[in-house]
C-alpha cells in the first residue's frame, strides 16, 4: 500500500526569467522537510508540443502526464497578471489531464500589493468545476 501523498506542484507562469522558480524554490524547501509528501514539479511550459523540441522535454512532458495522472493532490504556484491568473495556466487546467475529480489543492501565490490574492480567487471558482476541495493558507 502506498503509504506518502502524491503532491504535483504545478507552476503558475511560463514566462523566460520568471519569479516564479524562486517561488517554487522555497515552497519545495518547505514541502521536502516534510516526510508524508512525495513531491513532483510540472511545468506548463513543457506540456505543449513546440515544433523541433528537443527529445528531453517530450520525456519530461511524458512524465508530467503520469504524475498529473496518479496525483493525490496538488499544488499551484501562482502569480496574479491584470487581476487573475496567467493565461497559461487556464490552458493548462483546460486541455491537459490530470486526475483534478474531488483531489485537494492548494495555493502558493505571489504578485504586487495582493500578494496574488485574486489569481486565487479565480482558481478556486474555476477548479469548483472539477469538484477540488480547497486548501488555503495565507
Ligand atoms: C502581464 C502582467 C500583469 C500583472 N498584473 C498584476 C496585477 O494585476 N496585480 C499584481 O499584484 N501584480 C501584477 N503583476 C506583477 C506580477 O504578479 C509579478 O511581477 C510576478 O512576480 C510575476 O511572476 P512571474 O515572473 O513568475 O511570471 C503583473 C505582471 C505581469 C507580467
Known amino acids: ?7 504535483v506542484l504545478i507552476y503558475g ?8 522558480d524562486q517561488v517554487v524554490a522555497w515552497a ?9 509528501f512525495e513531491l513532483s514539479l510540472v511545468d506548463p511550459a513543457v506540456m505543449f508540443r513546440q ?8 520525456e519530461q512532458r511524458y512524465q508530467s502526464l503520469q504524475q498529473l ?17 496567467p493565461a ?11 486526475s483534478w475529480e474531488a483531489r485537494p489543492v492548494g495555493f502558493v501565490s ?5 500578494g496574488g490574492l485574486r489569481a486565487v480567487e479565480q482558481l478556486r471558482q474555476v477548479l469548483a468545476e472539477s469538484s477540488m476541495g480547497f486548501v488555503c493558507t495565507p
Open 1 to 7: 500500500m502506498q503509504d506518502r501523498i502524491r503532491l
Open 51 to 58: 515544433p523541433g523540441e528537443a527529445p528531453a522535454i517530450a
Open 13 to 20: 507562469s511560463v514566462r523566460e526569467e520568471r519569479f516564479c
Open 88 to 98: 497559461a495556466l487556464k490552458q493548462f487546467i483546460d486541455e491537459v489531464p490530470a
Open 69 to 85: 495522472l496518479r496525483a493525490d493532490a496538488f499544488l499551484i504556484v501562482t502569480p496574479e497578471y491584470n487581476h487573475g491568473y
Open 110 to 114: 505571489y504578485g504586487g500589493v495582493s
Open 28 to 36: 519545495r524547501e518547505q514541502i521536502e522537510q516534510r516526510s508524508e
